[in-house]
């Protein structure tokens, strides 16, 4: 086998995998909190407790406007916050991991990850997650994208 032939694994795919990982344990575990609306509720009760934040979209929602005004608002308040921030451009493969059984879910557009009051849920994904968007912030990659693998 020679250096061509080694397949390479890219940081966005290990976070792609990391990143459904932590959502299905921070689901598992009552640490996610879905939507934009319900995410700014809990950002502006207890923002201390936020964790991790995920913006999803696609092609479908791009345009619209005052989806990214709440993009923008959200984002803003996690760079104030230092919580690490990732986009993901597959609204369809979020809805799975994060959805009921059936997969269906109105608003997935963003996603927060909490932390327990009593401190008990540690994930080692987490710490990827943390990690890699560290790396991304030193390459100027302020909200990374990441593309969730598919099952």
């Known amino acids: 086998m020679t250096l061509e032939e080694v397949p390479i694994q890219k940081p966005a795919e290990k976070a792609g995998k990391a990143l459904e990982e932590v959502l299905l344990s921070a689901k598992n575990n009552d640490c996610l909190t879905v939507g934009v609306y319900e995410s700014a509720k809990v950002m502006n009760v207890d923002p201390d407790s936020v964790s991790f934040c995920v913006l999803a979209t696609d092609e479908e929602w791009e345009c619209d406007i005052a989806l990214q005004i709440h ?4 984002q803003s308040f996690c760079f104030d916050n230092n919580i690490s921030i ?3 451009s597959d609204m369809q493969r ?3 991991v994060v959805g009921d059984k059936a997969g269906e879910l109105e608003d997935a557009h963003c996603c927060l ?10 994930d080692p994904a987490l710490e990827k997650m943390h990690l890699f968007c560290e790396q991304s912030r030193s390459m100027n990659d302020w909200v990374p994208e990441i593309t969730l693998p598919e099952r």
């Open 94 to 96: 979020l809805t799975e």
């Open 71 to 74: 993009f923008t608002l959200i």
């Open 113 to 122: 990850i909490t932390n327990p009051a009593d401190g008990s849920w540690e």
């Open 86 to 88: 990732v986009r993901v």
